[in-house]
Each structure stands twice: as structure tokens, then as C-alpha cells.
């Protein structure tokens, strides 16, 4: 039976600690587009009413895409009074209104279509797009199965370097694998029909051409071994 007390092991039995590390870069799942709609009335009615109705159009050019925009949230909602100096008095000289909305996209062909035709709305800012994996990717997985295996072959090295094999694993800790600050990569083949919009419409902007992100995928794990006695 091994013992497994001893931290440090021993002579008989020399542990061995390694880290094993994966970094890959991969092709995005999707894209993120923060959309705030704007609107400014002399009175609160109004302002509501025009922020109400823009907001609407956002909503159902979003719902045009079908299965391409596969989530559509609403975040905040302001109705501002916008003050007016006059003399020892402040009156109040209009009302701005103002709804954020992230749509997230899964198809990439549609992506730079979509984003023209929010973009030339009226009162109506985007920002974005965000590219991220899913958090079920299996890119996550894979990253995960390349440290480790590249722990037990730095290992092994290590092992051989003094005329030692790997006995048994003692420990293996997971630190988890995450995203990193995504780097410029040209976009390849996106499969998938663009959703039945019918074009855009005459006068339009043309779609801009966006280029995904590869994302980082980055994985690490500290791994423990018992060696058989060196050979020295």
C-alpha cells in the first residue's frame, strides 16, 4: 500500500510535482450586441410613448431573425427630467428616455446585416460585438484533457531525466480553464443559411462586413506522482 503521508515522499518512493498547461484558440459560438434606443419629449408622456415605440421596432427586427438571434434581453430602463436654470428657479425643459437591449446571435452571417439595420435607426446606439464561447463549450473540455496530459508527460520527462518511471498519481488539483481577452482572427466558413429578412431595404446601409474574434481557451492543473527510486 502506498504511502501517502509523507509530503515530500521518500527515497524509496520520491514524489514528483508538475503543472500542466493548455492555451487554444478557437472560433467563437457567439456574438453580443448592446443596443440602448433613446427618445426626448417636452413631456414625460411623449418621451415614453417614443421611447415605447422605438423600442418596439428594435424588438421586432430582432424577432425577424428567427432562430439567429437566439436571446434577446432588456436590461434598464430610464425616463430622465432634464433641468433648466432660470434665474433662482429650475424648470423642467424635456424628458429623455432610454432602454438597453443585448441580443445575442449565433449566426455570423446574419450578425453584420443585423447590426446595419440597428445602427439606422433613429436614436438608436450599439456597441459591441462581444464574442464568447458558450460556458458548456467543449473547447472548455478539451482544454482541460491537454493539461492534464500535458502534466503526465512532463512528468515522465522529468521521471526519465533521472532514470525513474511514474509509479502513481498521487494528486491531480484543477484550477479550471477560462476565457482570455480574445485576439483579431480572420473569419472563416460559418455554415447556416441567413435568416429569411428578404434583403435590406431600399436606401439601406449596406451590412457591414465584421470579422470574428478567435477566442483563448486556457486551462492549468498541478499534478503529484511517486516515482520508483532514481537511478543517480
Request: hydrophobic residues 35%; aromatic residues 4%; charged residues 25%.
Amino acid at each position: 500500500m502506498t504511502d501517502t503521508t509523507q509530503p515530500y515522499g521518500t527515497p524509496d518512493q520520491p514524489r514528483l510535482a508538475v503543472r500542466g498547461e493548455a492555451r487554444l484558440r478557437t472560433d467563437p459560438e457567439i456574438a453580443r450586441i448592446g443596443i440602448t434606443v433613446s427618445a426626448r419629449g417636452k413631456d414625460r408622456r411623449t418621451a415614453l410613448e417614443d421611447l415605447t415605440r422605438r423600442n418596439t421596432t428594435v424588438l421586432d427586427l430582432a424577432r425577424s431573425y428567427g432562430p439567429a438571434v437566439e436571446k434577446l434581453e432588456t436590461g434598464t430602463l430610464s425616463i430622465t427630467p432634464e433641468l433648466h436654470q432660470r434665474g433662482r428657479d429650475e424648470k423642467i425643459r424635456a424628458y429623455h428616455g432610454r432602454v438597453h437591449i443585448t441580443a445575442t446571435l449565433n449566426d455570423f452571417t446574419a450578425l453584420g446585416e443585423f447590426t446595419t439595420r440597428v445602427a439606422d435607426l433613429d436614436m438608436t446606439r450599439i456597441d459591441g460585438p462581444r464574442w464568447a464561447l458558450r460556458p458548456d463549450s467543449p473547447a472548455h473540455g478539451e482544454a482541460r484533457r491537454q493539461a492534464v496530459h500535458e502534466a503526465v508527460q512532463r512528468a515522465r520527462e522529468y521521471a526519465d531525466a533521472v532514470g525513474a518511471q511514474l509509479a502513481a498519481l498521487v494528486e491531480l488539483a484543477d484550477l479550471g480553464a477560462e476565457n482570455t481577452t480574445p485576439a483579431p482572427f480572420a473569419r472563416g466558413a460559418y455554415g447556416g443559411p441567413p435568416p429569411p429578412t428578404g434583403g435590406a431595404a431600399p436606401g439601406a446601409a449596406p451590412a457591414l462586413d465584421l470579422e470574428p474574434q478567435q477566442q483563448t481557451v486556457y486551462a492549468q492543473v498541478n499534478a503529484r506522482f511517486i516515482m520508483t527510486p532514481p537511478k543517480l
